[in-house]
């Protein structure tokens, strides 16, 4: 079993940056792949971001303005994001797996997620 628990999101202008957090326990963390996900008003979840080992990949609308890392001594995940817009206004999800991908049925644990709002 992995608990997850997401931190970090908040209120920001258009332009600015926020940086989430997402500590796992309970299992291996450094052999898991973990991934950040979204999820919008009225819109279905969605990919944003996937680390497992050194491979890293992101989805196209998010290329080049979020980051993902990860840092296996404290267990954590983090998703740095710059340049925000108005459409990153979501609720914001880390998942850990076993494969590296953006299929989210790959995904078997979920934390409970962390409120983003982009401000114009």
């Known amino acids: 079993q992995v608990q997850l628990v997401e931190s970090g999101g908040g209120l920001v202008q258009a332009g600015g940056s926020l940086r989430l957090s997402c500590t796992a326990s309970?299992?291996?963390?450094?052999?898991?792949?973990m991934g950040w996900f979204r999820r919008a008003p009225g819109k279905d979840r969605e990919f944003v971001a996937g680390h497992k080992w050194s491979a890293t990949f992101y989805a196209d609308s998010v290329k080049g303005r979020f980051t993902i890392s990860r840092d296996n001594d404290r267990n954590t995940l983090y998703l740095e994001m710059n340049s925000l817009k108005p459409e990153d206004t979501s609720v914001y999800y880390c998942?850990?797996?076993?494969?590296?991908?953006?299929?989210?049925?790959?995904?078997?644990?979920w934390g409970q997620g962390t409120q983003v709002t982009v401000s114009s």
């Open positions: 309970g299992r291996t963390f450094s052999n898991s792949a």
């Open positions: 998942a850990a797996g076993m494969v590296l991908t953006a299929d989210i049925d790959e995904y078997n644990y």
